[in-house]
């Protein structure tokens, strides 16, 4: 009674997870002896159930994407990043620092634990964990603005179709708003009042994904606060 993957991988609907005795549990379904996975997420087999865990609120790596990450561990050949995904990432000392020593460079100096950077994805699939480059105009460690995190399945909500939602954002705010694909969105204002506008909108954003009329009600709300702030200015 064979398992074809490895509990906690990650999987895609249609993924054959078990074949023979098994049950199918939440996010899967049985055809003849075989289960296969309904839903895009974490394959669970406990004893005899084989379920798949949703990933709803993690974000999936593809090559390519930018990313927002935290450095959660510095090791000798690199650092640790978790870049909320089930699997941290990786971004490697040779990537950033040109004919990198171990016994010479001290790699806590350049990013440390707790140090928020902004990243591309350029390797990744089942078998290992995501790569991450810094290679790029822009890309290290973030100094500056205020990093607000919405579910990554509303990114593409956010950023809208052509990207007319987040072009508007940029333009009713004047604030320069960098959107990682993982769900963490980096904005960097002229103050902290403008930056907590541009939050208050992401988040009415991500709340109200599923509804129409949604641009016209955000460029509404922005458009109150920014008079209620020259307001209170006077």
Known sequence: MPIFFENRDIVAPGDLLAEGEYIA???????????????????????????????????????????????????????????NAPYSA???AFDVIPKFKPQKNDLSKVFDIGDMIL??????????????????PELGKITRGQIVKITPTKVPRLIGRRGSM??????????????GQN????????????????????YKIEQEAHTSGLTDRVVEMIRKEKERMIKNEK
Do not use: H
Not at 47 to 75: M, W
Not at 166 to 179: A, D, H, P, Q, S
């Open 25 to 83: 549990g939440s996010n899967t379904y049985k055809e003849g002896n075989r289960i296969y996975a309904s839903r895009l997420g974490l394959v669970d087999y406990e004893e005899k159930r084989v379920s798949v865990v949703a990933l709803n609120a993690f974000y999936v790596p593809s090559v390519g994407d930018l990313v927002i990450g935290k450095v959660t561990e510095v090791n000798i050949n690199g650092w640790v990043i978790d870049i």
């Open 166 to 179: 987040i072009n508007m954002l940029k333009r009713e705010t004047g604030c320069k708003i960098t959107v």
């Open 90 to 92: 990786l971004l490697r």
């Open 119 to 136: 990243a591309r994805v350029i390797a990744y699939d089942r078998t290992r964990d995501p790569i991450l480059t810094v290679r790029e």
């Open 183 to 202: 769900g963490l969105i980096l904005i960097e204002c002229k103050g902290p009042e403008e930056e907590r506008l541009v939050s208050m909108a992401i």
